[in-house]
């Protein structure tokens, strides 16, 4: 295992395009994040899922941006009439579930990312 | 809400030199708390991490200790070099459903030979 990939990992498009990018996580791990990160800013969260089911968006997350992981494996996020706001660092991350009733925090790994450039 | 405030950046440094990198946080919860880096060209990494009140969360000769009182989580390193060059975030998460992380801004540190 290679760890969580990111494809693209750019993508340039015009403004009021769609475009779609794809996380495959660590095979293991039944949880799977996306955050946004724009220039000089940490990472914001988006959305998460456990196995295929999407437990929680952020406000963040528009009516334009959707996420899908339909299998419980890879997830896609896409977003429909871009704007130049959507410009950013999209991350993936992924994490095994905690013991419930636990305190334990599993790791989140992250991918590289695919870099949003709308023109 | 959630919120980790980091010292502004940028910093750079001489190798060898030690290093501080003020870090605090508001958590409505019992928050675990992280540093996380990210290499040039590389994703994010987990640096060190501590889950409850005066543990010291140690990797690579970084160090953090969780203060509860000062509500902080200072980085510091006695030597550093020049490949520890990164952007440097702090980051918190309450234990709970979705353990998502709440994200500082990050700083840059860079070490010259």
């Known amino acids: ?119 | 809400g959630n919120s980790v405030t980091q010292m502004e950046g940028p910093v750079t440094l001489s190798e060898e030199a030690f290093l501080t990198i003020n870090c605090t946080y508001t958590a409505t919860g019992y928050p675990s708390l992280f540093w996380y880096v990210q290499y040039p060209g590389e994703g994010l990494q987990l640096l060190l991490k501590a889950t409850k009140a005066d543990d010291k969360g140690s990797n690579k000769g970084f160090e953090a200790t969780y203060r509860k009182e000062t509500t902080s989580f200072h980085l510091e390193k006695g030597s550093v070099q020049v490949s520890d060059s990164a952007v440097y975030f702090c980051a918190l998460s309450v234990s709970g459903a979705n353990s998502k992380l709440t994200f500082g801004k990050g700083i840059t540190l860079s070490v010259r030979p």
Not at chain 1, 17 to 25: A, G, I, K, Y
Not at chain 1, 69 to 79: D, M, V, Y
Not at chain 1, 95 to 114: H, I, K
Request: net charge positive; proline share 5%.
């Open chain 1, 1 to 119: 295992d290679t760890g969580v990939s990111q494809n693209p990992r750019h993508k340039i498009t015009k403004r009021g395009q769609n475009v779609t990018f794809r996380c495959d996580p660590i095979s293991e791990h039944n949880r799977l994040y996306w955050y946004r990160q724009t220039l000089g800013q940490g990472p914001e969260f988006l959305t998460y899922f456990q196995n295929e089911a999407q437990l929680e968006k952020s406000r963040l997350l528009s009516d334009r941006f959707s996420a899908e992981r339909p299998k419980g494996s890879f997830s896609t996020l896409e977003i429909q009439r871009t704007e130049q706001g959507d410009s950013a660092m999209y991350l993936c991350a992924s994490s095994l579930v905690p013991l419930a009733g636990s305190r334990s925090y599993n790791e989140q790994f992250f991918g590289p990312g695919t870099r949003l450039t709308v023109l």
